[in-house]
């Protein structure tokens, strides 16, 4: 990240060995504030750019906060792996919150190494270091925990729930660690070149073989016990469609998250190490600025889409998630629902029914069969359940209606 700012430093013209040595202006009576409006960069790229970082941010904060919603209303979500889901949507939050609204603000200026923004820039650079590593570490962790689960499912099942909460614990005070050394660059050049490897084979290097090995073989095994049910089953070779299935959902997954990892992160790193030991062999400083700009989208990115990858597959988080969002929009959404008593045999059928009519009825409202012609209802989906139990009285059939 550094070794990248010296290409802001050559493009602005500051002659310095080392931008976090750069001496803040000492006379900043003359200059115009950090949100000046003619500081800000008027051209079509610039807006476009800071645009796309902009739809970001909402995306990832809805999403993540969603998954510390649901885990916070329902308790069968608290177990002791989805820990670190949890953890990992915390530090994606805090990506959403802060990191992207910093960089989008810092990518607006013209000049985004000019002194009235340049401690905006050294709190930006702090505060990204600690929210990258936290979610690079965590999504470490998730790969050796489903590798524990896979290789020794008995010994997992017998982890306590502290184990996780220390995995937890050690990433968020690796991240800070790293990015409290961060100020140590702007000693010499030799602590600059070992941040940045440092920084490379804790957060890149050892990630990345840990996560691609980890699911990997996780595929391995999969493959293998779906093999060797069958071969038990039966003595034709091969997999069932079933077992076949399975398996290919396994390596869908496999290598969603894995090129996922290295398309978000290991391009970003890979130029921030040629910068910081041959800063010639990029780029002019224009072109690598734009490539810079997309490498953070990168990297952002995969903050905003980890949680449909590890939190929103599961059944439980999907059901959680529609219960919240029915209690904030009963109505409005089109999944608020009300009971209509309906006179018949003795199923129960569950209907969803769109309202027509002008004057919409309160949610969860009961009214009789008879007056859904009034009502203007049309039913669109129709669901058998279990019979109910037979009785003298003539039986009741009660239809959820869930209306726009």
Known sequence: MAALSETHRNNSRINSSNLNSMALPTTPSFRSPCDDPRLFASSAVSVVVAS?????????????????????????????????ILGLAASDLLVGAFAVPFWTFIVSHADITAGHCYSTYLIYISFDIF????????????????????????FHRKLPQYVYCIMLLVSWLCALTMAALQPLQAKTETWRKSYTVALFVSCCCSPLVIIVTSYCYIFKISRFQGRRRKTSSSKRCGLTPGGAIKELNVAITVAVITVLFVTAWFP??????????????????PALLHLVKFLKFLQYSSSAINPYIYAYRNTEMRKTLAKIARKLFPCDLGIGTRNVIDR??????????????????????????????????VFVQDTKSKPAKKSQKKNKKKTKVIYL
């Open 131 to 154: 929210a990258g590593c936290a979610s690079i570490l965590q999504l470490t962790a998730i790969a050796l925990e489903r590798f524990l689960s896979t290789q020794w499912p008995l």
């Open 344 to 377: 018949g045999d003795s199923i129960q059928r569950y209907r969803q029914s769109i309202i027509q009519a002008d004057q919409k009825p309160e949610c969860y409202q009961t009214i009789s069969r008879n007056n859904l012609s009034s009502a203007g209802e």
């Open 52 to 84: 796309c970082y902009a739809i970001l941010i909402p995306v990832t904060l809805l999403g993540n906060g969603s998954v510390i919603a649901a885990f916070a209303t329902n308790a069968r979500l608290r177990t002791a792996t989805n820990i670190l």
């Open 268 to 285: 970003f790193f890979v130029v921030t190490v040629i910068a910081t030991f041959c800063l010639g062999c990029l780029p002019s400083p």
